[in-house]
């Protein structure tokens, strides 16, 4: 099969878009279950980030992180040589049909562990080291529950990493009004109220914006953010 066709897949769910009845849950799999396979291959060109945010965060040796949202687990592959020193790394996602990719990918780490649960109530046994959301967080309907829940399973002085598509006040008009009603078709949403909300809840540690590709629209360029922030109290140690 071409990469046109396999593309093809693809577009056509982005075209019908998420919606219809049932749970979060049920109209994740309808989305994403034709295109799982697909998944990865065709959102590599549009989810920019994601092994800087990675990089970034350099959990330590030992530390327990937890991902929320993690979809197919692609992110493993940004970890490197860290991912077989960290204690646990929690791949959190509410989707069948991704999390069955996600399983091929784990095979061999044992300190890699899967669940189906919600972002804004899964808990792990204990407090972490690291949480991170990867062009996730526009996607969870209840945002501000996602990021209450993050920092509530941190411990004291541990990391909250996001990246994710972006909007703010000072983007010109096309980006603050075409980006938000393109992405919601597909259950994105754009919002200039992520970032405040991620500085409220933590003390800022990194932060910077970019503009990256869309595949098949060559002329435009989509705004994305990565932030960093740490949570209040002194880590143990």
């Given at each position: 099969m071409s990469g046109l066709a396999r593309d093809a897949k693809v577009l056509r769910q982005l075209l019908s878009g998420l919606s219809g009845p049932g749970s979060h849950a049920d109209r994740l799999e309808r989305f994403y279950g034709p295109q799982s396979e697909q998944y990865d291959r065709f959102r590599e060109r549009m989810l920019h980030g994601r092994g800087a945010l990675i990089e970034?965060?350099?959990?330590?040796?030992?530390?327990?992180?937890?991902?929320?949202?993690?979809?197919?687990?692609?992110?493993?592959?940004?970890?490197?040589?860290?991912?077989?020193?960290?204690?646990?790394?929690?791949?959190?996602?509410?989707?069948?049909?991704?999390?069955?990719?996600?399983?091929?990918?784990?095979?061999?780490?044992?300190?890699?562990?899967?669940?189906?649960?919600?972002?804004?109530?899964?808990?792990?046994?204990?407090?972490?080291?690291?949480?991170?959301?990867?062009?996730?967080?526009?996607?969870?309907?209840?945002?501000?529950?996602?990021?209450?829940?993050?920092?509530?399973?941190?411990?004291?002085?541990?990391?909250?990493?996001?990246?994710?598509?972006?909007?703010?006040?000072?983007?010109?008009?096309?980006?603050?009004?075409?980006?938000?009603?393109?992405?919601?078709?597909?259950?994105?949403?754009?919002?200039?109220?992520?970032l405040p909300y991620l500085r409220d809840q933590t003390r800022e540690l990194d932060f910077e914006t970019g503009l990256g590709s869309i595949p098949y629209l060559p002329a435009l360029r989509v705004p994305h953010f990565l932030f960093i922030g740490c949570k209040a109290g002194q880590a143990a140690g």
């Open positions: 970034r965060l350099a959990p330590d040796a030992g530390a327990h992180v937890v991902e929320l949202g993690a979809g197919t687990g692609r992110n493993l592959g940004f970890f490197g040589a860290r991912l077989p020193e960290l204690a646990s790394l929690t791949l959190v996602d509410l989707c069948r049909p991704l999390l069955a990719v996600a399983q091929t990918r784990v095979a061999g780490h044992r300190n890699v562990h899967l669940v189906e649960a919600d972002a804004t109530s899964f808990r792990p046994g204990r407090l972490v080291d690291c949480v991170y959301l990867s062009y996730s967080l526009t996607m969870i309907p209840d945002w501000r529950a996602a990021i209450d829940n993050a920092v509530s399973m941190l411990k004291p002085g541990g990391k909250l990493g996001v990246v994710d598509f972006h909007v703010a006040p000072h983007h010109g008009w096309f980006s603050r009004t075409f980006w938000p009603r393109w992405f919601a078709h597909d259950g994105v949403r754009l919002s200039a109220a992520h």
